[in-house]
């Protein structure tokens, strides 16, 4: 391990899957962000582009919560663990995005859950996105100031 100034520094990477290991898939998307979940048969581990999601979300508590709550739905929480590929948005927008993977991905594994994850909404996508800005404005929907004189 390399050090700084006499400290220890770790570094925790993913775990490579083997081969022959059986993963569930699901994609997600919200806003720019998409998200391309696997769940392995694991402990409740999470990693996301290769790091932990404590460690990705940079002790954002809440992100974390929102990744995992389909499993907490459906109490598979210690059952699987999550490896994600994230790209394009923000923080908020990559999370919401894990989400419905992580949810699409359970009905992968078991379409029985389906039923049960839709009434809570988590297989609903997102629709609102960033509206393009208009011509004549200055962003969106943002006209100039009026001036009478």
């Known amino acids: 391990m ?35 979940v696997r769940l392995y048969p694991g402990t409740g581990r999470v990693f996301v582009n290769g790091k932990n999601a404590d460690e990705y979300f940079g002790g ?4 974390r919560v929102m990744i995992t ?27 919401g995005a894990i989400r419905l993977g992580v949810a699409r991905a ?18 609903t996508r997102d629709p609102r996105v960033k509206e393009r800005k208009k011509p004549g404005l200055k962003r969106a929907r943002k006209a100039p100031q009026y001036t009478k004189r």
């Not at 709550?69 to 927008?93: H, K, Q, T, Y």
């Open 2 to 36: 390399p050090s700084e100034g006499g400290a220890v520094v770790e570094t925790r990477v993913a775990p490579q899957p083997t081969a022959k290991e059986r993963y569930f898939y699901g994609l997600g998307r919200r806003k720019t962000a998409v998200a391309r």
């Open 60 to 63: 954002r508590d809440l992100y």
């Open 69 to 95: 709550e389909p499993l907490r739905l459906v109490n598979l929480l210690d059952r699987f663990d999550i490896r994600v590929r994230a790209v394009g948005g923000g923080l908020s927008g990559q999370a």
């Open 106 to 123: 359970l009905v992968a594994y078991n379409p029985e859950l389906r039923p049960v994850l839709k009434r809570a909404g988590f297989l």
